[in-house]
């Protein structure tokens, strides 16, 4: 399952540039987001549903949104890690992230 997740520099080279996300990528951002929720969810004891609205603004960009904030994904349709390592590395730092914000400002979070 996790093997998914994984998009080589060649795999990302052979994806055109230009083109809306395959469903397949769309299910591993969803995926991804859903863990990183559950995973602050278990640290904080807060529920944190995972939010992705994917609204195309172009060619290859979408606001989307995910814990921790707006951001403009560029290349969603690429989507994907390197390598085991660099997929649990981002998970691991935004769920760090996140926790960190919520212990810093205990009184914004509903307990």
């Known amino acids: 399952m996790l093997a998914d997740f994984i998009v080589t520099r060649k795999q990302r080279r052979a994806i055109p540039v230009i083109g809306d996300p395959d469903p397949d990528v769309l299910w591993r951002l969803d995926m991804f987001y859903t863990a ?3 995973a ?3 640290r904080s004891g807060l529920v944190t549903p995972p939010m992705i609205e994917m609204k195309p603004m172009g060619a290859s960009d979408a606001w989307c949104s995910r814990p921790g904030g707006w951001s403009l994904c560029r290349d969603i349709h690429r989507f994907g890690f390197e390598t085991f390592r660099k997929l649990a590395e981002a998970g691991t730092k935004l769920v760090d992230d996140a926790t960190a914000a919520i212990e810093a ?3 914004v979070a509903p307990a």
Do not use: D, N
């Open 105 to 107: 400002y205990p009184g």
């Open 40 to 42: 602050i969810e278990e």
């Open 36 to 38: 990183v929720g559950l």
